[in-house]
């Protein structure tokens, strides 16, 4: 993988992250992403993919923000505590 294709790849990463916190839905996001193009490999883009990304070990204030609302909409983090939002 080239530096570009790298710096593509963090973007789309990115885009995904975002899309999260502005949808709070993984299948909407999958769509506009698969939509917008974006692939795993050669195949279109899952909803797995896509909770994997917000599960993962958040790198910045946006990410560990949809990360937390992830966990909560899916019920993977109490209901009730909502002083981690």
């Given at each position: 993988m080239s530096i570009d294709e790298a710096k593509e790849k963090i973007e789309e990463l990115e885009?995904?992250?975002?899309?999260?916190?502005?949808?709070?839905n993984v299948t909407t996001v999958?769509?506009?992403?698969?939509?917008r193009g974006y692939h795993v490999g050669k195949r279109n883009v899952l909803t797995t993919d896509i909770s994997d990304i917000l599960r993962a070990r958040p790198t910045d204030a946006m990410q560990e923000l949809a990360g937390k609302l992830f966990r909560k909409i899916s019920g993977e983090e109490r209901a009730d505590d909502e002083s981690n939002i």
């Open positions: 885009q995904v992250v975002h899309l999260y916190v502005i949808h709070e999958m769509g506009i992403v698969n939509e």
